[in-house]
């Protein structure tokens, strides 16, 4: 069977049963959508997408000939661009994650819920358009593109690298989909966070911003769900959890990677049923939330050390926006750095209106292992010790030596791992193993401390 309308359709649907094939063209139009394309031989999808360029294809698993999860990896070989949704049979979440690592972008399970297929067509619809449309800027980006410039004032930003993840923003903002915003720790995740949802729908609703790392197993929970009068023996009035209290707006969970394994399946149900049960309640209640997710992990080796969840990722990871490293992002350092010292002079009733030369090379030079965080610490410590009105690489104090392109040991330039070792032994020392100074000094959470002592034997 095949069936192509003349009115450019948008989306393919394959199946090698004609009487299914027909009962979701029906779905579809009866919710006011365009007609779709439909057919049957699951071996005529490439020639066809080579002469239609469907921006959605909804394709069965299960079909002779060519299975939908060969077909899915032809289809993002030769098209990559296109939104692949996969029917199965049955919820086999072994066959999903195996699909959605492939490149499907969702999927949906037989017999197929009308409403539930209308949502995921349109986000994939939604998808497409947006990577489509930033296809489109693949020349460098500039400030001077953005529409809403006014949006990101609070960012510092002057290099050009900030200027696509700006753009990023922007596109992605109108959307609904969940944004994980990867970068390491102190490149500013939560700020790009709370700019997507001041450019959102949902602008009008709570921003939340939730720590993960926060969180123990006995929280949990409570904290995210909430939890009846009564639940337990503390439990004197009904509570809200942050889902309900971010209710037809943003939550942000930072950190997400630090979420307990056994406690993302729950996490995970919440986010697609879109309804939770509050502790020791037996009343369902509907939440719409948007999800934003920030990481400073490399997900995909947690997700292969078997520490995340793929599913919950992938319901997580609608879009992907990377925040580039200080190091990577050399014209922002100054601009940043004289930021900081004008908060910090007037927070300390200084004159200090300059950053001397010897200083702002050193800056400019400077890895920084613990980012724009780091980059504030070190302003703030040289402003209290500065006697003059321009701030010098001397009033950096302990930090001053270390702030060099390179540092030699017997003549041999020392890698970036081995620079950032040596680093954090140096903090270390500093605040006699404080680790919660030390996080404080290096611009990271304790949490990553603690993980490099053990991966640096410190």
Do not use: W
């Amino acid at each position: 069977m095949e069936s192509i309308p003349d009115n450019n359709p948008q989306l393919l649907v394959v199946d090698d049963d004609p009487g299914l094939l027909l009962s979701i063209k029906a779905s579809i139009v009866s919710l006011g959508m365009p007609e779709p394309a439909l057919l049957s031989d699951s071996r005529l999808v490439i020639d066809l997408l080579g002469k239609h360029r469907f921006p959605v294809v909804l394709l069965d698993l299960m079909m002779p000939h060519l299975s939908g999860m060969d077909l899915l990896q032809q289809i993002k070989k030769e098209f990559p661009e296109t939104a692949c949704v996969i029917v199965t049979a049955v919820d086999d979440v072994a066959s999903t994650v195996e699909a959605m690592r492939k490149g499907a972008y969702d999927y949906l399970v037989k017999p197929l819920n009308t409403e539930q297929l209308a949502i995921v067509i349109n986000r994939a619809m939604e998808r497409y358009n947006l990577r489509f449309g930033l296809s489109l800027y693949e020349r460098k980006q500039l400030f001077s593109d953005l529409d809403n410039p006014k949006a990101f004032k609070e960012i510092i930003a002057e290099d050009e690298a900030m200027a696509l993840v700006f753009r990023q923003v922007e596109a992605v903002a109108a959307t609904d989909y969940s944004v994980v915003i990867t970068g390491e720790s102190g490149t500013g995740k939560e700020m790009v966070a709370r700019v997507i949802h001041k450019l959102s729908n949902r602008k009008q609703a709570p921003f939340l911003a939730v720590n993960m790392a926060a969180f123990s197993k006995a929280l949990f929970e409570d904290e995210f769900f909430g939890h009846a009068k009564g639940a337990y023996t503390d439990a004197m009035v009904e509570k809200k959890g942050f889902f309900e209290q971010a209710d037809c707006g943003t939550l942000f969970l930072d950190e997400i990677a630090e979420l307990d394994l056994s406690l993302q399946g729950k996490l995970l149900r919440v986010i697609e049923e879109q309804e939770l049960y509050r502790l020791g309640s037996t009343e369902v209640r509907n939440v719409d939330v948007r999800i934003l997710s920030a990481t400073n992990r490399d997900i995909d080796k947690e997700i292969k050390k078997g520490n995340f969840r793929a599913d919950l990722f992938y319901r997580l990871n609608m879009y992907n926006i990377k925040i580039p490293h200080l190091k990577d992002r050399k014209n922002d350092i100054i601009p940043l750095a004289q930021h900081f010292l004008k908060i910090y002079a007037e927070k300390n009733n200084k004159k200090i209106d300059s950053i001397a030369k010897d200083l702002a090379e050193a800056l400019i030079e400077y890895q920084f292992p613990g980012n724009v965080r780091e980059l504030e610490n070190i302003i703030a410590g040289a402003v209290l010790l500065e006697k003059s009105d321009s701030l010098t690489l001397s009033s950096a104090g302990s930090l001053a030596s270390d702030m060099k392109p390179f540092k030699r040991v017997n003549d041999k330039v020392l890698t970036l791992a081995e620079l950032e070792k040596e680093h954090i032994g140096h903090i270390l020392n500093i605040t006699g193993g404080n680790r919660t100074k030390a996080a404080r000094l290096l611009g990271i959470n304790t949490t990553t401390v603690y993980r490099k002592i053990e991966k640096y034997g410190l």
